[in-house]
């Protein structure tokens, strides 16, 4: 209702609705469940559900995402914080799989790349974002640019990836 709301006031046609399975070192339990169960109350809204990194096939939970009315894929991966909270990296088998069935069946994807480069220099950092865990070591964490560079090795790889970056992937 409150969402029903907000469009009413602001005069939005629609709204995206992006799950999140995963954030701030701990796992969202019924982030999708809890979506879909929205998305069905806003006619006309679209769904990007995000896979549970559980071991479990990203290709799997996204066919099933995708057979429930999902319009395409959020993923938190390129997130510096969730490379150390999860240990998984854009090459990553299951995570490779993801993307080149996301490119053959033409799925959207919403990735969040990277955070900004302060973030690896605390002194630079607010407090509220040390606190969240986004402040990343450079003496125990990949640099920046390592990041970037693993996006482009990606993107090379799968060229016809339908991908938006979120925040422009802090580029």
């Known amino acids: 209702e409150d969402i029903k709301e907000m469009c009413k006031k602001n005069?939005?046609?629609?709204?995206?609705?992006?799950t999140l399975s995963h954030g701030d070192n701990h796992h969202i339990p019924?982030?999708?469940?809890?979506?879909?169960?929205?998305?069905?109350?806003?006619?006309?809204?679209?769904?990007?559900?995000?896979?549970?990194?559980?071991?479990?096939?990203?290709?799997?939970?996204?066919?099933?995402?995708?057979?429930?009315?999902?319009?395409?894929?959020?993923l938190l991966i390129g997130k510096p914080s969730e490379y150390r909270d999860l240990h998984v990296k854009y090459d990553d088998p299951l995570i490779?799989?993801?993307?080149?069935?996301a490119e053959e069946m033409d799925i959207p994807v919403l990735l969040h790349h990277n955070d900004p480069e302060k973030h690896w220099d605390k002194s630079r950092m607010k407090p509220?974002?040390?606190?969240?865990?986004?402040?990343?070591?450079?003496?125990?964490?990949?640099?920046?640019?390592?990041?970037?560079?693993?996006?482009?090795?990606?993107?090379?790889?799968?060229?016809?990836?339908?991908?938006a970056l979120a925040h422009m992937g802090f580029y």
């Not at 640099?143 to 990606?154: G, H, P, R, Y």
Request: net charge negative; with cysteine; hydrophobic share 35%.
């Open 30 to 74: 019924f982030a999708n469940e809890t979506a879909f169960e929205v998305h069905k109350q806003l006619p006309g809204s679209y769904l990007f559900a995000c896979p549970v990194h559980d071991g479990t096939s990203y290709v799997e939970q996204t066919k099933k995402f995708m057979d429930m009315g999902a319009h395409g894929i959020k």
């Open 96 to 101: 490779d799989d993801f993307f080149a069935y």
């Open 128 to 163: 509220e974002n040390i606190e969240k865990g986004w402040y990343y070591d450079p003496d125990v964490m990949p640099s920046c640019a390592w990041f970037d560079e693993a996006l482009e090795n990606m993107l090379a790889k799968h060229p016809n990836l339908r991908i």
């Open 11 to 18: 005069g939005y046609e629609t709204v995206c609705i992006q």
